[in-house]
């Protein structure tokens, strides 16, 4: 019997060692850290072999394939000793694929990956479609695969999991953007990162569509060096397409093939220009899949939005508190400060992934009154912004980071918890810390 070692036991973890039991492998799984309760249960339901708070290296170098969870890096001990020993080690997403007939709908990019991928699976559950989300987000595929049965998976996929892809293949696969992100992962180049990005459209064959930016200098400085069989359907706010998506008359125009769909900006329901990108992407993989224009333009102007993600808490004496917890990186700063029209007491930091601050300066400049900085190591935001915004504090909990904020604020401004950082210094992850910023406003 082919035994799997799964590492990792969290949500992507959990799910592939369920696969890899119902598919009758000799199954282990082990986790350095401690295990939650509830996942304990699933294995012991499917009477799945663990440990947890170590790796021991005998139950682990003796696998015959090595299915590792995306939050472990290359550079884990038991990572390399995996790959000195030859073990072929693979993510959950290529594990779960070789058990999935279904059509697959991939997204990455550095941002609006959540955002685009929610749209999407809420335009073909508006059709009628029998759809699974995916991937970086909610129930994990290898758990859906083992367990449901859809027809089509929307997967919002990170670098971390496409790095473990080699067979894999997407039907439709898009691209949002490339932005400087995670390069701790990456040896800090920005090289690396991209080319990681790229294997969203490995395999793809002439039947399968590629959709990109064509707005983004580093993918569009990669495209040509990709050689895909993919019908390339671009989307811009800045050129007109012939196919793909772009802007004309204050409208958003698709086309794809003969198909064309088109909706005002303004009956869009997600606001600004990071989503106008994100609701072009969302129509043009609803035209590929040949959707009516009706139920198109209803889901695009219904959507409701992503937790975390830019999302108003509620107003405090005048002060407005918008929650944006799963700004991990600088980029999706800049689209959260451009798209506030009020001066912002900004709430950022976190752990630092080899942010450069640069290319937000000119918006802090002139739309923050003052930074207060939720993170154990705040000394690189503050000397960066030091000659900037006059007043920079500091705070070690969700709590302390909304009262200063408070304080600090006048009426009509925006209290915006955009971290550009990882959270892992302070909170569980960036929902943790997002739903303690959103209990600490409702407590002032």
């Known amino acids: ?37 509830e996942y304990k249960k699933v294995l012991a339901h499917y009477k799945i072999n663990f440990e947890e708070n170590r790796h021991t290296e005998d139950k682990i170098l003796n696998a015959d394939e090595v299915v590792k969870s995306p939050g472990i890096p290359d550079k884990a001990p038991v990572v390399i000793k995996v790959k000195e020993k030859g073990i072929n080690m693979i993510s959950e997403i290529e594990f779960a694929g070789r058990y999935c007939n279904a059509k697959k709908i991939c997204i990455t990019g550095s941002n609006g990956k959540t955002t685009t991928a929610t749209l999407i699976y809420f335009l073909l559950k508006n059709a009628g479609i029998n759809v699974g989300l995916a991937g970086n987000i909610g129930k994990s595929f290898a758990m859906q695969v083992a367990t449901e049965n859809h027809d089509y998976y929307v997967l919002e996929l990170s670098s971390f ?50 959709i990109f930016c064509a707005d983004d200098k580093i993918t569009m400085a ?18 007109t397409t012939t196919q793909g998506s772009h802007i004309e008359d204050n409208s958003l125009l698709t086309k794809v093939d003969s198909n064309v769909f088109s909706i005002l900006i303004d009956d869009l329901s997600l606001k600004g220009r990071h989503n106008i990108y994100n609701s072009m992407a969302a129509a ?48 999706s700063v800049w689209y959260a400060l451009d798209s506030m029209s009020s001066k912002i007491v900004w709430i950022a930091g976190g752990t630092d992934k080899g942010n450069d601050y640069n290319e937000i300066m000119n918006l802090v400049k002139e739309k923050v009154r003052a930074i207060v900085c939720l993170g154990v190591d705040n000394s690189k935001i503050i000397s960066f ?11 070690r909990s969700a709590q302390e980071a909304v009262e200063k904020s408070y304080e600090l604020a006048c009426p009509d401004d925006t209290v915006l918890l955009s971290p550009g950082c990882a959270s892992f210094d302070l909170f569980e992850n960036y929902e943790d810390r997002g739903e303690q910023f959103k209990e600490a406003i409702r407590n002032l």
């Open 385 to 395: 912004f030091k000659d900037t915004v006059p007043v920079i504090v500091e705070a």
């Open 161 to 210: 999991q496409l790095d473990g892809m080699y067979e894999f293949k997407a039907d439709i696969a898009v691209l949002l953007n490339i932005t400087p992100d995670h390069l701790d992962r990456y040896d800090y180049k920005l090289e690396n990162y991209a080319r990681s990005k790229f294997r969203i459209i490995q395999n793809m064959n002439d039947d399968d569509c590629f």
């Open 1 to 37: 019997m082919k035994r799997i070692v799964v590492l990792g036991g969290g949500e992507s973890g959990i799910g592939s060692a369920v696969l890899a039991k119902i598919k009758n492998f000799d199954v282990f799984l082990s986790d350095k850290g401690k295990i939650k309760e």
């Open 222 to 239: 990669h495209i040509e060096k990709i050689v895909s069989k993919a019908k390339k359907l671009p989307f811009s706010q800045k050129t």
């Open 284 to 331: 043009i993989t609803g035209k590929v899949l040949d959707i009516k224009n009706e139920i198109i333009r209803q889901s695009l102007s219904m959507f409701k939005g992503v937790e975390h993600r830019l999302e108003f808490v509620m107003s405090v004496g005048g002060i407005k508190f918008i929650n944006d917890s799963k700004a991990t990186n600088v980029n």
